[in-house]
């Protein structure tokens, strides 16, 4: 298959930078928790979290998902968050939403520790392949259900350096 750049390093740059004054309007005065998703967001939340100026927290969670990708697996957390997120606003920051099993696991365990609010930011989404409503106010491309790597995110677990985002070009 003919693999491309679809999303140019300028382009994401463009769009960290709107997400992160978004961020900071939105969350101005409600001191949030930025939680990172590891391992796809590590490169997005590095770029993100320069780009807010309001006081926040960082903290860094990773999950894992039994499931063969296709019908909906369990999910459990590998890293769990290190802060007490009880009557926090929390925004989860991951590199992209595809069916939305991720995400969903993660809104719902942070609402049962009482988090105050939680919310979603994505770089990528893939609207087309979603099986849960999540809420994400915060997205920086929508794009075609088709596999995507680079700026973080991996191809059987390389390719994450890259700076730009590659696939099939769809
Ligand atoms: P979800 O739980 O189905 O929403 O999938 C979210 C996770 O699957 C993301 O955090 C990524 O790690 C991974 N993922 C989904 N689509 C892609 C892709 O096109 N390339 C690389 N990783 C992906
Ligand atoms: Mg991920």
Redesign the pocket.
């Known amino acids: 298959m003919n693999q491309s750049c679809i999303i140019h390093d300028k382009a994401i740059k463009v769009a960290v930078k709107r997400l992160g004054e978004q961020i900071n309007k939105s969350y101005a005065d409600q001191d949030p928790i930025l939680l990172c ?1 590891l391992n ?1 967001a590590f490169i997005f939340f590095a770029d993100l979290v320069r780009y807010i100026d309001i006081s926040h927290q960082v903290d860094f969670a990773q999950i894992t ?1 039994y499931g063969d990708g296709i019908t909906p697996g369990d999910v459990a957390w590998v890293l769990k968050p290190s802060i007490d997120i009880a009557g926090r606003n929390v925004l989860i920051v ?10 969903r696991f993660v809104c719902s365990n942070l609402r049962m520790r009482k988090a105050k609010s939680v919310a979603v930011c994505a770089l990528l989404s ?1 609207m087309a392949n979603r099986k849960w409503s999540i809420y994400a106010p915060y997205v920086g491309f929508e794009i075609a259900d ?4 680079g700026y973080g ?3 059987k677990g390389r390719d994450r350096n890259l700076r730009a985002i590659y696939g099939n070009g769809e």
């Open positions: 998703i796809g998902s991951d590199d992209i939403i595809d069916t939305g099993q991720t995400a893939k088709t596999f995507v790597y995110l991996d191809r």
